[in-house]
């Protein structure tokens, strides 16, 4: 099936038992080849058939998705997402049972038999269950592997609701399914369970104080592990820099990381404070929204950082530092923690340009009857 250019079908699912034939409408759609939209637990999300190559190549261009990534397994059930993966462990099968259905995506060692272009060679596969019923009762209906991935736009990161799908993604889709209940809005968290220890990659709705509880351990924090072995595709895959500090001493070094290291395959993401002066004509500069709107910047922050990661072309993302107190506290210790590196401008030995200046250790040396001072970095 190719793509269309006509608006898609709009199957409206008020009632699971009378509208069958609607359901079985859109799952017939996705086993030939389509692409169908449904409501899931973070807003709507774009779906195909998981073992169709070119299925999956259609929802990568529709979505600007990287044809590097992997995508993520959508289940109706526990029993069935945990057949994507090999033995699963007794701790990923407590979790499972505790917090599916719901926003919690699994990261774990993937079973045999999973289409490549899905795992695209990597050990682990992410799986999820949607509490949404009629996402679970079209996944149910699919005699086949379905993958999904969120519907959403660098105008608007947070998720979409079905006019908005219609909007953007509608010339590529097959079907939009919509049912009594309107999507959730939940951010999803991710879990890998797949290493030497439970490592919360991203966190959503669910904290790591909700994860411990079933876990039985506080589960390691990204920050906590050294890269690259931190970043998986659920982290920024190019390289993150948060700048803080002062904003002269701010523009200065993003100017000066962009000019040695960056050029132009890299972004900058600063408020409307420090958008003009140095960085004024940068190739790559975006404004965030005012920290006084925190909502909107929080949400617009992270989208543009998900959707920057699946450009090819970006290999660097300058992020301005927020305040570590007051209101912005909580959104910067979030940024930090998916960061590959904080400067931060403040620092006493920043040489107010490139980096930090050499450290300088005294040392005492008995010579001759002269005592020296060594520099030793």
Request: net charge positive; hydrophobic share 40%.
């Given at each position: 099936?190719?793509?269309?250019?006509h608006k898609?079908?709009?199957?409206?699912?008020?009632?699971?038992?009378?509208?069958?034939d609607?359901l079985?409408?859109?799952?017939?759609?996705?086993?030939r080849?389509?692409?169908?939209?449904?409501?899931?637990?973070?807003g709507?999300?774009?779906?195909?058939?998981?073992?169709?190559?070119?299925?999956?190549?259609?929802?990568?261009?529709?979505?600007?998705?990287?044809?590097?990534?992997?995508?993520?397994?959508?289940?109706?059930?526990?029993n069935?997402a945990?057949?994507?993966?090999?033995?699963?462990?007794?701790?990923?099968?407590?979790?499972?049972?505790?917090?599916?259905?719901?926003?919690?995506?699994l990261?774990?060692r993937?079973?045999?038999?999973?289409?490549?272009a899905v795992h695209?060679?990597?050990?682990?596969?992410?799986?999820?269950?949607?509490?949404?019923?009629l996402?679970?009762?079209?996944?149910?209906?699919?005699r086949y592997?379905?993958?999904?991935?969120?519907?959403?736009?660098p105008?608007?990161?947070g998720?979409?609701?079905?006019?908005?799908?219609?909007?953007?993604?509608?010339?590529?889709?097959e079907?939009?399914?919509?049912?009594?209940?309107?999507?959730g809005?939940?951010?999803?968290?991710?879990l890998?369970?797949?290493?030497?220890a439970?490592?919360l990659?991203?966190?959503?709705?669910l904290?790591p104080?909700?994860?411990?509880?079933?876990?039985?351990c506080?589960?390691?924090l990204?920050?906590?592990?050294?890269?690259?072995?931190?970043?998986?595709?659920?982290?920024?895959?190019?390289?993150?820099?948060?700048?803080?500090?002062e904003?002269?001493?701010?523009?200065?070094?993003?100017?000066?990381?962009?000019?040695?290291q960056?050029?132009?395959?890299?972004?900058?993401?600063?408020?409307?404070?420090?958008?003009?002066?140095?960085?004024?004509?940068?190739?790559?500069?975006?404004?965030?929204?005012?920290?006084?709107?925190?909502?909107?910047?929080?949400?617009h922050?992270f989208?543009?950082?998900?959707h920057l990661?699946?450009?090819?072309?970006?290999?660097?993302?300058l992020v301005?530092?927020?305040?570590?107190?007051?209101?912005t506290?909580?959104?910067?210790?979030?940024?930090t923690?998916?960061?590959?590196?904080?400067?931060?401008?403040?620092?006493?030995?920043?040489?107010?340009?490139?980096g930090?200046?050499?450290?300088?250790?005294r040392?005492?040396?008995?010579?001759s009857?002269?005592?020296?001072?060594?520099?030793?970095?």
């Amino acid at each position: 099936m190719t793509g269309n250019a006509h608006k898609p079908a709009l199957l409206s699912v008020l009632s699971l038992s009378r509208n069958g034939d609607l359901l079985r409408r859109a799952a017939n759609l996705l086993r030939r080849g389509g692409l169908v939209a449904f409501p899931g637990d973070c807003g709507y999300v774009l779906a195909a058939r998981a073992d169709d190559p070119k299925s999956l190549e259609r929802l990568a261009e529709l979505t600007s998705r990287s044809s590097r990534r992997p995508w993520t397994l959508y289940a109706a059930e526990s029993n069935q997402a945990l057949g994507y993966l090999h033995e699963p462990s007794e701790m990923v099968r407590r979790v499972a049972a505790v917090f599916w259905p719901g926003p919690l995506t699994l990261l774990s060692r993937r079973g045999e038999g999973l289409p490549e272009a899905v795992h695209r060679g990597l050990v682990k596969v992410a799986v999820h269950v949607p509490a949404h019923r009629l996402a679970r009762a079209l996944l149910e209906l699919c005699r086949y592997p379905v993958v999904a991935v969120q519907a959403q736009t660098p105008q608007h990161p947070g998720g979409l609701q079905r006019e908005a799908v219609l909007e953007f993604f509608g010339f590529g889709l097959e079907a939009v399914l919509e049912g009594r209940e309107p999507p959730g809005n939940l951010e999803l968290s991710v879990l890998d369970l797949g290493g030497a220890a439970p490592r919360l990659v991203r966190q959503g709705f669910l904290g790591p104080q909700d994860l411990q509880r079933v876990l039985g351990c506080f589960p390691i924090l990204s920050s906590d592990v050294p890269t690259p072995e931190r970043f998986t595709r659920f982290s920024p895959e190019v390289h993150l820099v948060v700048v803080e500090g002062e904003p002269d001493r701010v523009a200065r070094r993003m100017k000066f990381q962009l000019e040695t290291q960056g050029g132009r395959n890299s972004a900058l993401l600063v408020t409307p404070a420090l958008a003009g002066g140095l960085l004024a004509d940068l190739p790559g500069l975006e404004v965030l929204p005012d920290p006084e709107r925190l909502e909107d910047l929080s949400g617009h922050l992270f989208g543009r950082i998900r959707h920057l990661e699946t450009q090819d072309s970006v290999r660097m993302i300058l992020v301005q530092g927020l305040p570590r107190e007051g209101p912005t506290a909580e959104l910067m210790d979030r940024l930090t923690r998916v960061a590959h590196q904080v400067i931060n401008t403040e620092d006493p030995g920043y040489d107010g340009q490139g980096g930090l200046q050499p450290r300088i250790r005294r040392r005492q040396v008995q010579a001759s009857g002269r005592t020296s001072t060594l520099s030793t970095q």
